[in-house]
């Protein structure tokens, strides 16, 4: 629409670059005052075994009670936290308010979960990223086994020399590690099979429109497979509808998230499911 070069065009883009980078600046400000006046919280989403169904972990995911505007989405902020390194802070905050919950359950006295944070690869890179997490870990008590960490799989295609040299020392410690969105970052068999990883998260593209004559079903079992052969844990996430955790089951996929288990929700709601588990194990 440009390219005519119309007076209206140009302006009508001018326009459009100029309200989009004071949208860009505006969140920005927001970020900083939301982090320094606690506007920000965690939903926990329930990660189930798929043979009995038994909650396994939790994936903390970030939620921005921004004031005027409601909830806002982590979709809608993230990236700009990424790109101005606001993700430092945020990413460090996330990182001990899991890990502080985490203590809360324990101290409550309900049985351990793991719980699995993303990190963005501008943290992962960073190179005091091991001793900010171990910092964590120790103050809040927690045994760095019940910790995974998720970074997507096209974060981890990149060269990051610094960020997988931290992936090996935080294992080391006995930190997990998942692969987020997998299927959609184009690695290589070969490339997996040197990563330091426990567990590949199959993406929720392929979950959604899985049924036995599809390319997504395809798709996911060569991913159970090939996880299978390399000894790694799957989880499958957006799983919505029984029929879809029928099929993953089929194909030895080990644990489910989704919808049709629990959506993301505050830490009073996991903590019921903590209670039953544990009425469930003492009867
Ligand atoms: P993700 O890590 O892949 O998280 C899964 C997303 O799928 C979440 O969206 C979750 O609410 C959503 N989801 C869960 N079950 C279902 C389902 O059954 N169906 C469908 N359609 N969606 C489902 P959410 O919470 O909006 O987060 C979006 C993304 O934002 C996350 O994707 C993650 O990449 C990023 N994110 C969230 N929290 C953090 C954080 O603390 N740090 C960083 N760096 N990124 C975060
Ligand atoms: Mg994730
Ligand atoms: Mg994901
Ligand atoms: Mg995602």
Known sequence: AAKGGGGNACHFFDDTLERRRAQRMDIEAGLRRA??????????????????????????????DRPGHGVVPPDQFIPLAEATGLILPI??????AACLQLAAWRDAGLPPLRMAVNVAARQLNDVDFVSRVVAVLEE???????????ITE????????????????????????????????????GRV?????????????????????GDSYAIAHAIVAMALALRLEVIAEGVEHAEQAHLLAGIQCHEFQGYLYGEPQPPEAIAAMLQQLQKGQAS
Not at 41 to 58: M, S, T
Not at 91 to 96: A, H, N
Not at 197 to 207: E, G, L, N, Q
């Open 35 to 64: 982090l320094a006046q606690g506007q920000l919280r965690l939903v926990y989403q329930p990660q189930v075994a798929a043979g009995d169904g038994r909650l396994v972990g939790v994936e903390a995911l970030l939620r921005w």
């Open 91 to 96: 990413g460090e905050w996330v990182l001990r």
């Open 140 to 150: 809040t008590e927690t045994p760095p086994g019940n910790l995974e960490l998720e």
């Open 154 to 189: 096209s974060q981890l295609m990149e060269k990051m020399h610094t960020g997988l040299d931290n992936l090996k020392r935080l294992r080391e410690l006995g930190v997990a590690v998942a692969v987020d969105d997998f299927g959609t970052g184009y690695s290589s068999l």
């Open 193 to 213: 099979q040197s990563l330091p990883i426990d567990r590949i998260k199959i993406d929720k593209s392929f979950v959604a429109d899985l049924n036995v004559s």
